[in-house]
């Protein structure tokens, strides 16, 4: 028997335990200063001669609906909206990390933490988590550029390039946000950054659908929920909800392609992407834990990161971030294929309860933009 079989987890995240906190840790950025990263793309780029529009009605139908939901993140956001970012953490539970959640602090560095400390901790939290929005959506702009080169249908084609668009506009909006608003960047995370690497690299182009449009997105989706609801920041909720609107398209355009492509597959090809989505889920989850928030503040990872995990409402924060990913998953015939492996691993992580919600392929027009909704802020 291969080392491979004795050791599934080993084989495909490097470790035997998917919740190995000291392995999960030790895994680091080990070049913040860097400002160019080189990722070799190994994806053949196909022409298609096939021009007929409409051969697939569902991709045609979010091709169209795609023009018509366009919008500008420079004149259709309020960017004269005033924020106080500390205010805005002491108002929201972004910052309900510590005294009442839960947490046994005694005999740690943050037992003798006072209010100003957990408000520090909370902007550095809302910081890191935006850069990591952002950063995730220069990974979804890459890929998104890629499967117009590498997806052999055209109106696949027609609605990836509309993709490419709505990234640009939210890496530039994360950004403008993070620059104007909040007071500093991040770098990527290591594990964001290890999955963005694997997606790119892989020279399948159904593998890039899966791993950004399924996984990546389909977290993101969830995610900006989450802090939709949670923030009271006026800008910051606009920003989110025109984001959500385009987002739930994105992850639509993965559901959709791959549904039918999927059931060509035999059980070895279904496997590899099982795999695939599992280490990704993997990753996603790994890059959660903040640790680089925990360092920034002057306190070991190693300490910090388990007391979190304590905290009551962590765990169903963090799985409830795979609400959008599961049913996903289902609906392209990913949990059960194989004898049933990703269902297994997803019961793992402990997520498999939403495998019956509603997939973003049937619930994607309910994130969609109203009319009227987005209201131009061009000046006068």
Known sequence: MSLDALNPNAAIIGRDDINDLEAILSITNTDVDAVISTV??????IFTWDYEKGARPKLNRLYEKAKNSMWNGETDLPWDTEVDQEQVIMASAQGNIGPGSGMDLSG?????????????FGVENQNWMLSQFMHGEQGALVCTAKIVETVPWIDAKYYASTQV???????????KYLDTKLS??????????MLLDDIVQDSRWDMTYLGMQIMVEGLALAAFGFMHQMTSEPLLKQLLR???SDEARHVAFGVLSL??????????????????????????RDRLLTQEVWERMGVSPKIAVPLVMQAPERAMFQAMLFSKIVPNCKKLGLLDAADGWLRTKFQELGVIQFEDWADTGEEYEMFALAEGEVQSQQPA
Do not use: C
């Open 108 to 120: 740690t560095p943050m037992e003798k933490w006072n209010e100003a400390d957990w408000l520090k």
């Open 184 to 193: 500093g960047h991040y770098p990527i995370n290591a594990h964001l950054k």
């Open 259 to 284: 549904q039918d492509y999927y059931q060509e597959l035999d059980s070895k090809e279904l496997r590899e992407r099982q795999e695939f989505a599992f280490e990704a889920a993997v990753r996603m």
């Open 165 to 175: 668009m709505d990234e640009a506009r939210h890496v530039e909006v994360f950004a």
């Open 242 to 244: 025109y984001v959500m």
């Open 40 to 45: 070799q793309d190994n994806a053949p780029a």
